[in-house]
């Protein structure tokens, strides 16, 4: 999408949360929903609309791990780096993960998988929990893992 269109995009959006409190972080999450990403383009005309510094807002995008700079892969694999999924193998998956895909956190593998570390899916009592697509996974071992994985072609 060219900047300026990009631009205005992010602009409509801006003004759809104008005089929200705290609207910094539902702009943010719209901005991605709408680009896949948060496009380093649209953050000059985010910290205008709001009043703050262009640094203000790269570093809430920076300090979220939900927030994408680049846009994803075709796939978009979560695993869940919180405490119980830790206690229950979690980092085990995740090194499986990385070694499967040969990319380390938030990294695009060549079959097109984004990995992504999250905090907490919900699944705490069926850890270590991970998402595919969107699609969450309780229990998750790294065979089972590479089985969702050859599901999606990757
Ligand atoms: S700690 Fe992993 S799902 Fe809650």
């Known amino acids: 999408m060219p900047d300026a269109a990009l631009t205005d995009r992010v602009a409509e959006i801006c003004r759809a949360h104008a005089g929200r409190e705290g609207a910094l972080l539902p702009i943010l999450h719209a901005v991605q929903i ?4 948060v496009p380093a383009a649209a953050l000059p005309t985010v910290a205008k609309a709001l009043g703050v510094t262009v640094a203000e807002v790269q570093g809430v995008v920076s300090f979220y791990h939900d927030f ?3 846009p ?3 796939h978009v694999l979560k695993i869940c780096r919180a405490e ?6 979690g980092a085990a998956l995740a090194d499986a993960a990385k070694a499967r895909l040969g990319v380390d956190w938030h990294g695009t593998s060549v079959q097109g998988v984004t990995l992504e570390p999250v905090f907490c ?3 705490c009592a069926a850890a270590p929990a991970a998402m595919l697509n969107g699609v969450l996974a309780a229990r998750v071992d790294p065979a089972r893992l590479a089985a969702m994985l050859a ?3 990757a």
Not at 34 to 37: D, I, K, R
Not at 84 to 89: D, E, F, H, K, V
């Open 34 to 37: 709408e680009f896949a990403h």
């Open 121 to 123: 899916l919900g699944l």
């Open 72 to 74: 994803p892969g075709r």
């Open 151 to 153: 599901e999606t072609g």
């Open 84 to 89: 119980a999924c830790q206690a229950m193998g």
């Open 68 to 70: 994408r700079s680049a």
